[in-house]
């Protein structure tokens, strides 16, 4: 049967990854997908680079618009990245009736909206598997293996570099910049690392998890973004002496009032499978009525894993394309006119426990007085833990750890705390989640 015809836009780590793995599973790959699928022009810059990757069968242009014009093309991969020329890109491709697969979570979570109704109206599939967690076929499960059950939250570590190095801060007791140094070094982080250490990649990733397990529109603008970068070794300490560890977290939960969507570090009990995730891998742990919690583990990032994802989505198109647009599988799992208007929590209306970190004098009255004022926000204490002052030290850290609260309650009480004369430095505040 004439092969399915795939054309790359970029061929860095991905790319090659994608082309490789292709060429290795070809006749496995065959067998599943029930026609061979080929790699037949790839568009780079570096076309001598590409060339060299790709062998001599391959064409290779610099221009991504002629894959794009080409009607012997079925699918374009995007593997550029950013918002900007692979945006114009994939919605080229879209009109031109091709079939889209892409890696590029920023992409969809920022313009997904306008991208998915392109691809609606023209009855043509973008598939992306490989946006969210790498390998992990997350986006299948909850699109697909979750479809009969009414998913409650998700809570994923899905940025690689983050968690690389919160491992290697508590295993090692290493400083952040020094890991994260090691961590662009083996290639995890984001061309801007920014994206990964001030959450924002995560935040991507979960925007799209959010939108398919609930069945609402992408919306990143209305994602609370909080990295790791303020993080201090000691709260890695003490969360450790209270049995938690400490992740970079993306979670979405729905509630009665609305959707929870947020990236923040997070206290989660060491005894979790998940607080045992550790260096670049990730995880993502869903909550749903009818299954229970499922955890799903994998690398997270990574040339083969990645292209493992990409190769899954070309495989779905290349057995679903003949179908019926209205009978395929939803890009948001959703029907497009099934979709919910539940609102986006603002973060202050989140619901949450915490870890406190007060620097406060070594006085008599302190802790009562710290205590009155989380109850009179009507805060309720789960545990305190006293450092022991040092020899000659006239200051201690006192760490609590809080009950559920809305957040709008411990921002008053963070608030009149600070304000407290024997509290001797900005407090610090962890969120906690039991995941249970
Ligand atoms: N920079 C990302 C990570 C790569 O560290 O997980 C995969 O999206």
Known sequence: MKPIQVGLLGIGTVGRGTFEVLQRNQEEIQRRAGRPIQITMVADLDT??????????????????????????????????????????????????????????????????????????????????????????????????????????????????????????????LAFDDVLKQAQALGYAEADPTFDIEGVDAAHKVTLMSSIAFGVPVQFDKAYVEGITKLESQDIRYAEQLGYRIKLLGISKRTASGIELRVHPCLVPAKRLIANVEGAMNAVMVHADAVGTTLYYGKGAGSEPTASAVIADLVDITRLHTVDPLNRVPHLAFQPDAMSDLPMLRMDQVVTSYYLRLRVADQAGVLAKVTGILAGSDISIDAVLQREAGEGESYTDLIILTHDCPEAHMNQALAEMQQL??????????RKEELN
Request: zero cysteines; a neutral charge; aromatic letters at 4%.
């Open 48 to 173: 001598a680079r590409a060339q060299s990757i790709v062998g001599n069968h391959v064409q290779v242009v610099s221009d991504a618009r002629q894959i794009i014009a080409n009607p012997e093309i079925d699918i374009v991969v995007e593997l550029i990245g950013g918002y900007g020329v692979a945006k114009q890109l994939v919605l080229e491709a879209i009109a031109a009736g091709k079939h889209v697969v892409t890696a590029n979570k920023a992409l969809l979570a920022v313009h997904g909206t306008e991208i998915f109704a392109a691809a609606h109206q023209q009855g043509v599939m973008v598939a992306f598997e490989a946006a969210v967690a790498g390998g992990i076929p997350i986006i299948k499960a909850l699109r697909e293996g979750l479809t009969a059950n009414r998913i409650q939250w998700l809570a994923g570590i899905i940025n690689g570099t983050t968690n690389f190095i919160l491992s290697e801060m508590r295993d090692k007791g």
């Open 421 to 430: 004369t024997t509290v001797l430095a900005p407090i610090t505040r962890i």
